[in-house]
């Protein structure tokens, strides 16, 4: 799976300077894409996390701006088919919205490169069922293979 661009987001609220910024799905669907940059006000000071696929490891990677690792969504790629496999996050990063950040950047992911999703991550699972949003790119049923 070829690199992919960063999606940079704030996990604190609504972006007081309105949509985000940066155009994704400006490239090639197996290229690079230009990051997607969301901001908002947050109590304890302005936080960015840039979200990255590094497909060496088979998983998604979120920064935060000194470059420090805040969280990863691991996966595994079978053609058109993803499967995402655990989130984890840094204890020091914990309430500050990076387990919705990284589960909001692999979807789009996803969906820009027109594949079918598999959530075998709880965590994720229960964020997709808060964002019916993305329900057309989830695979719902599986077959039992004997």
Same mark, same amino acid.
């Given at each position: 799976m070829p690199p992919t661009a960063s999606r940079r987001a704030t996990p604190c609220g609504p972006d007081p300077a309105g949509p *985000? $910024?940066? /155009?994704p799905g400006a490239a090639p669907a197996d290229g690079p894409r230009p990051p997607v940059r969301r901001r908002s006000a947050c109590l304890d000071g302005r936080v960015e996390f840039t979200v990255t696929d590094a497909p060496d490891r088979e998983r998604f990677e979120a920064r935060d701006e000194t470059g420090a690792l805040a969280g990863v969504v691991t996966y595994q790629l079978t053609g058109a &088919? &993803? =499967?995402? $496999?655990? $989130? @984890?996050?840094?204890? =020091?990063? @914990?309430?500050? %919205?990076? %387990?919705? $950040?990284? *589960? /909001? =950047?692999?979807m789009d992911d996803a969906r820009s490169r027109g594949r079918t999703v598999v959530p075998i991550c709880p965590f994720l699972a229960d964020w997709l069922g808060r964002h019916p949003e993305y329900a057309d790119i989830v695979a719902r049923s599986t077959r039992r293979i004997r």
């Open positions: *985000a $910024t940066g /155009r &088919i &993803i =499967a995402y $496999t655990h $989130t @984890e996050v840094d204890p =020091a990063f @914990e309430g500050r %919205g990076v %387990g919705s $950040t990284l *589960a /909001r =950047a692999v």
